[in-house]
């Protein structure tokens, strides 16, 4: 499960209508803790974003439909997140004019589970649906997980 | 006295170091670092390294401020007080 604010949400939708028709991407920090009540084979980590850090888009080639990070870049968010008592629980990129669901590209390109990987659809240059994911065990596949922004969400609870 | 360099693990990656953020090793280069860290923690071996034992290419390994794929790649030295961080490669697409 994700849990962030809704201001939050908001800067990464705002993120998402100012790089469009390019594909935006960041970093959500916070922390992560173990829910206690799962029931077994149940999502058993809540994570918390508490922060969100825009990255650059370094795919120059195709920005339109695809991300990638400046690893340096991503460098300097973990360090000043630690200095913060901040970690790396997830990314977030943006789908323009696609839905929000992760690609067969998004798939092959998660290299671990335990993060959460948020996608915000954009219509038009407006910031529609946002999910979130884990990816499995395996790698194999993406598990949609619960995505609570403390307003309605669609394919999340309220 | 001892040669210590810091090696900063990514939150992905925990799962395979008992949690710990930061591991502390000893090695005269960015190779003798991996090869300590994953010999005190051998289940994080498979993520870093391919079975031939090369460096995954989703995994960039900054010493200091420096990608060591343009310093020498596991033949980088490193010096007590270095730090090491991983840091995954992170791309994708619709
Ligand atoms: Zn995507």
Not at chain 1, 18 to 30: A, K, S, T, V
Not at chain 1, 41 to 47: F, K, P, W
Not at chain 1, 106 to 131: F, T
Request: proline share 8%.
């Amino acid at each position: 499960m994700l849990r962030l604010s809704p201001q939050l949400l908001d800067r990464i939708r705002a993120h998402a209508e100012r790089d469009y028709p390019h594909e935006c991407c960041g970093i959500l920090l916070g922390r992560s803790e173990p829910v206690a009540e799962a029931a077994p084979g149940a999502d058993d980590t809540r994570r918390l974003v508490l922060d969100v850090a825009p990255m650059r888009n370094a795919h120059t080639a195709s920005p339109q439909n695809r991300f990638e990070f400046d690893p340096r870049e991503h460098l300097q968010v973990q360090r000043r997140g630690r200095e913060r008592g901040l970690e790396v629980i997830g990314f977030y990129h943006s789908h323009p004019d696609h839905p929000a669901r992760p690609s067969i590209f998004d798939l092959e390109n998660a290299s671990w589970p335990g993060l959460s990987y948020l996608i915000v659809a954009v219509a038009q240059a407006r910031a529609a649906a946002a999910n979130s994911f884990e990816l499995a065990g395996d790698r194999s596949h993406f598990i949609q997980e619960e995505l609570e922004a403390g307003v309605s969400q669609e394919g999340a609870a309220a | 006295m001892v040669m210590a360099v810091t090696v900063h693990i990514p939150t992905a990656l925990r799962a395979y170091t008992d949690r710990r953020e930061s591991v502390e090793t000893e090695g005269g280069s960015v190779g003798e670092v991996l090869q300590q860290l994953t010999a005190a923690h051998p289940p994080l071996r498979p993520h870093l390294f391919t079975p031939d034992g090369r460096l995954r290419s989703f995994v960039n390994i900054y010493l200091n401020d420096e990608d060591i794929r343009y310093t020498g790649r596991e033949s980088t030295p490193v010096k007590p007080g270095d730090s090491l961080s991983i840091v995954p490669a992170v791309a994708g697409g619709r």
